[in-house]
């Protein structure tokens, strides 16, 4: 019996930590839903390679498509890993995207697990007005 729907979300730099955690979530009777684009994670550089307007379109979509997933599911869980970028480490990075997929679940008031702590940085304040629950990689946490 299916317990709660939950949306996972990240970078796509995370996109190979999610088969893991999708396991390990379902084992727990809970239904995963994945990132758009995660079958293909290639998209969007096809959609730049089109022009700007055919990327504006392609963002534009899923932001809608995003937006429709979170207001069917119980919760999203955001996997806010450490990233390299330019030869530094992001802790638990957190990019706009997702940034605002955690917004359209704040406003649908669905459930916000963090992997993670709370990036520091500008947008601390508002993520953290989001209320979410930080497991710190406890996937049992979920419920």
């Not at 730049?48 to 069917?72: P, R, V």
């Not at 008031?109 to 702590?117: A, E, H, M, Q, R």
Request: charged share 30%.
């Amino acid at each position: 019996m299916i317990i709660i729907k939950i949306l996972i979300i990240c970078s796509k730099k995370f996109y190979s930590k999610i088969e893991e955690v999708k396991k390990i979530l379902e084992e727990k009777n809970i239904e995963v839903f994945l990132p758009n684009c995660y079958d293909d994670p290639t998209t969007e550089q096809r959609m730049w390679d089109l022009g700007k307007e055919e990327h504006q379109k392609f963002k534009a979509k899923m932001y809608k498509q995003s937006e429709d997933t979170i207001s069917n599911m119980d919760a999203v869980l955001v996997l806010n890993l450490d990233k390299e970028k330019d030869g530094e480490i992001i802790n638990n990075y957190i990019g706009g995207a997702t940034f605002l997929e955690m917004y359209d679940a704040f406003r649908l008031g669905k459930k916000i697990y963090l992997y993670n702590d709370i990036p520091k940085g500008m947008l601390l304040d508002e993520i953290e007005g989001f209320g979410p629950i930080i497991i710190n990689g406890d996937l049992n946490l979920i419920k």
